[in-house]
């Protein structure tokens, strides 16, 4: 019986989101997702349902895990905290495939909802490359609009990623982040091309994307009318998996229409409906409706409210950038 504590108390634990553990050994990166020996038995946990990870051989993952969580829970210091106790744990060398691997998909996590695209990116194509499998339901961040020499680096690096993930379940994300980046620093006919095939494909979620970005394009190019009847048609579609999408992009076709009080309603939609699923789109959501209710001559506080939420509820983000810069031309 001691021995088998003491067996125990040394074991390697995998904690999921759902509250179900396993203490046991960890073995590995399988294609499924972390494998960790329970009973003489291997467990395949994907890595995506995993809350928290304690491992014997690396003692100090357990108190990035735990400033990790709280980081989740809306403490920004903590994340910054697991960032470096990661980065520490990578830096002493000796961590394993699966252990680096995790570190990178959290980093991921950490850099998407800060803004850090660059950092983002290249968290996303070292767990891709070790593990495609584990990307397929990851979404690449929009690029920021207002950083060209950043972007232009990142398509020189999305073009020979994507010539190494050909055949890959994450070349289609690649295909989709690499014209975001051309919608902002290429031209529209280098873009409309690039869409036509992913249009066409029986893949709907190759489709779906590529008629957001169609829309993008569009609302982009001062063609609102052209991108409010696309949107309207494939609204119904794009409802059940981007319903956020959506309200968003009607929100800007109202604005670009003048139509401001109609489109701060529509951007209200995201923090009021939709706030879980993309922090950094929500927070633009919240400063695209500041600048309708501006237009719109709302009152003051009004206005200060709907800058300040994104001030508040999305620290560290773009969008929240933005609107703390509003929060000072207004003297608040």
Do not use: C
Not at 60 to 74: H, K, N, P, T, V
């Amino acid at each position: 019986m001691v021995l088998a504590l003491a067996a125990g108390a040394q074991a390697d634990r995998v904690r999921t989101a759902k509250g179900i553990g396993y203490d046991g050994k960890i073995t590995g990166l399988g294609s499924d997702g972390l494998v960790i020996e329970v009973g003489g038995s291997p467990r395949s946990v994907p890595l995506g349902d995993i809350s928290r990870i304690e491992a014997t051989a690396f003692p100090d993952l357990a108190l990035a895990e735990e400033a990790y969580a709280q980081g989740l829970a809306g403490k920004a210091k903590s994340f910054t905290d697991a960032e470096r106790m990661y980065r520490a744990i990578l830096g002493a060398g000796g961590a394993p495939q699966w252990l680096r691997v995790l570190i990178q998909s959290r980093m991921y996590k950490l850099y998407a909802d800060s803004g850090r695209i660059p950092e983002a990116f290249d968290a996303y194509l070292e767990v891709a490359r070790a593990a495609p499998k584990l990307v397929t339901d990851l979404k690449l961040p929009a690029p920021a609009e207002d950083a060209h020499d950043v972007n232009q680096a990142m398509l020189r690096k999305v073009s020979d990623a994507l010539r190494a993930a050909a055949g890959r379940p994450y070349a289609t994300e690649l295909q989709s982040f690499r014209v975001s980046l051309l919608m902002l620093e290429g031209k529209p006919e280098e873009v409309l091309p690039l869409l036509e095939p992913m249009l066409a494909s029986k893949d709907e979620r190759i489709r779906q994307s590529a008629m957001l970005k169609q829309i993008e394009l569009l609302v982009g190019s001062g063609k609102a009318d052209e991108a409010s009847a696309r949107l309207e048609a494939a609204a119904e579609v794009l409802s059940q998996d981007h319903p956020d999408d959506v309200a968003f992009w009607r929100g800007r076709i109202l604005k670009e229409k003048g139509q401001f009080e109609d489109a701060a309603l529509e951007f209200m939609r995201l923090p009021i409906l939709y706030a879980a699923k993309d922090k950094n789109r929500t927070a633009e959501a919240l400063w695209y409706a500041g600048q309708a209710l501006e237009a719109a001559k709302a009152t003051k506080d009004e206005i200060r409210k709907v800058y300040q939420e994104a001030v508040t509820r999305y620290a560290g983000t773009a969008g929240a950038d933005r609107a703390r810069r509003e929060l000072v031309r207004l003297g608040g």
